[in-house]
């Protein structure tokens, strides 16, 4: 019983995320269903460097040309 409530708060956080809508409850299964899936953006790739100079150094070293 449990376990299907926590699944349709899952989905109904991952409809409103794909809706573009805010999350609009503080539920932990819906926030995770928000949240699962979205693109991590840079704080998550620059949280691994001391600091956004050397962040901008591996960049520069990675790109393809």
Known sequence: ???????EQFQKGQRDRDA?????????SYLSGYLKGRPEGLDETIQYF?????????????RRP
């Open 20 to 28: 573009g809508l805010l999350p609009r409850m503080q539920d932990e």
């Open 1 to 7: 019983m449990f376990n299907y409530l926590r699944q």
């Open 50 to 62: 001391a600091s956004v100079d050397e962040y901008l150094i591996w960049k520069q070293r990675t």
